[in-house]
């Protein structure tokens, strides 16, 4: 490995331990508080549209990208 490359990898993995991603299911309601937590914190980066998990099943699902510090 080049030293470009070590200092790449490097870089990479500390911008990664800078967020924490993640799945979130519940219902719509549950989704919203937790939501709203999360962008009161400031710890909220990025929050996906709400997708139905299907079937008679209805909690939906959303991605969430926090700031870890």
């Known amino acids: 490995m080049t030293t470009r490359e070590r200092a790449y ?3 990479s993995n ?4 800078q967020y924490t991603e993640m799945w979130i299911v519940g219902s719509p309601e549950d989704l919203a508080v ?3 937590a999360a ?3 400031g710890r909220l980066v990025y929050v996906s549209a709400p997708h139905q998990m299907g079937g ?3 909690r939906h699902r959303r991605y969430l ?4 510090n």
């Open 65 to 68: 990208r926090l700031r870890s």
């Open 9 to 11: 990898a490097k870089a």
């Open 39 to 41: 962008t009161r914190t």
């Open 14 to 17: 500390q911008r990664a331990a």
């Open 56 to 58: 008679d099943d209805t």
């Open 34 to 36: 937790m939501i709203q």
